[in-house]
């Protein structure tokens, strides 16, 4: 069990840039969460996969936001057009299912210069 | 009202001594309760979960639920300065019967363990 793994740790681009960031889920977990959590604050919830479908994003996720988890294994959680306000730690989290704990990876902390 | 609520602290106590943390939940629905662990920096740790009512224990840790009141409590006995962090507690959103997966936290609770 080698846990969720986050990539990169850390991202600093300017305003207006596209990002990408990955994540490997725990490998027998069919559910992949996806997270944002700003200074002081709990995190806050974007999106989630059972297996490959999408089956709820958050009210927070604007259209700049995109997710996937082809085949069910990664998910990658792209930003389109990056405003200041995204500047957080993205968390990954991952569970067998459903009210199952969730396992967080190490997150991938975004700066916008 | 907010889902859920924590007290923020800061909460200090000595070493050696117990530490209780608390959690207030609105929707009574909830079957399943979480608590994370998360040093500055880095991210949540899970270190208790617990789906029934009354006590479960782990080593120093203790969770303690009561539905009917709608709140989830964490004791860690023999406080250390290594369990210095903030604690968050989570509750995976129920709608309609169903769970939803995705998991509310509250603000976290900054404890500090001093020598």
């Known amino acids: 069990d080698t846990g969720v793994s986050q990539d990169p740790r850390h991202k600093i681009t300017k305003r207006g840039q596209n990002v990408t960031f990955r994540c490997d889920p725990i490998s027998e977990h069919n559910r992949l969460y996806w997270y944002r959590q700003t200074l002081g604050q709990g995190p806050e919830f974007l999106t989630y996969?059972?297996?490959?479908?999408?089956?709820?994003k958050s009210r927070l996720l604007s259209d700049r936001f995109s997710a996937e988890r082809p085949k069910g294994s990664f998910s990658t959680l792209e930003i389109q057009r990056t405003e200041q306000g995204d500047s957080a730690m993205y968390l990954c989290a991952s569970s067998l299912g459903e009210g199952q704990p969730q396992h967080f990876g190490d997150g991938t902390r975004l700066s916008i210069l | 009202q907010k889902e859920v609520e924590q007290n923020s602290g800061p909460l200090s106590v000595p070493e050696g001594a117990i530490a209780s943390l608390n959690c207030t939940y609105s929707?009574?629905?909830?079957?399943?309760f979480f608590w994370y662990r998360q040093y500055s920096g880095k991210s949540p740790e899970l270190i208790m979960f617990?789906?029934s009512n009354g006590d479960k224990e782990d080593g120093r840790f203790t969770a303690q639920l009561n539905k009917a009141s709608q709140y989830v409590s964490l004791l860690i006995r023999d406080s250390q300065p290594s369990d210095s962090a903030t604690y968050l507690c989570a509750v995976p959103f129920w709608g309609g019967g169903t769970s939803y997966g995705k998991l509310t936290f509250g603000q976290g609770t900054i404890l500090t363990v001093h020598p």
């Open positions: 996969f059972q297996n490959e479908a999408q089956l709820e």
């Open positions: 617990i789906y």
């Open positions: 929707d009574r629905g909830s079957q399943s």
